[in-house]
């Protein structure tokens, strides 16, 4: 059964950094593209990053550019979002989700993690 875990949430001050992994079970990175959403309260949930496994790129929200780093760890079967000056309109739940090759939607999702960013 394909699982996808995520962690690294927590709480941190405006201007601040958190790390979240994507650990993922009985699916390969090289077969899937994997994304970082989020959803914060009373609004709608945003894709923020993607890697694309079809042509090895990373595609980013304009609003995260710069300032937000994805990258995979081929040994763990771990995607990261390095997120580095964190605003207080980031707070949001974040979840890892996973589209088979050639598929338009994805397949898979973890249960997310909580990030909150304090002003």
């Known amino acids: 059964e394909v699982q996808l875990v995520e962690t690294g949430g927590g709480s941190v001050q405006a201007g601040g950094s958190l790390r979240l992994s994507c650990a993922a079970s009985e699916l390969s990175f090289d077969d899937y593209a994997i994304a970082w959403f989020r959803q914060a309260p009373g609004k709608e949930r945003e894709a923020v990053s993607c890697f694309d496994n079809m042509d090895q790129e990373t595609y980013d929200s304009d609003s995260v550019k710069g300032r937000f780093t994805n990258s995979r760890n081929r040994a763990k079967n771990t995607v990261n979002l390095q997120m580095d000056s964190l605003r207080p309109e980031e707070t949001a739940v974040y979840y890892c989700?996973?589209?088979?090759?050639?598929?338009?939607?994805?397949?898979?999702w973890g249960r997310g993690t909580e990030v909150t960013v304090s002003s």
């Open positions: 989700a996973a589209r088979r090759s050639g598929a338009n939607e994805y397949n898979y």
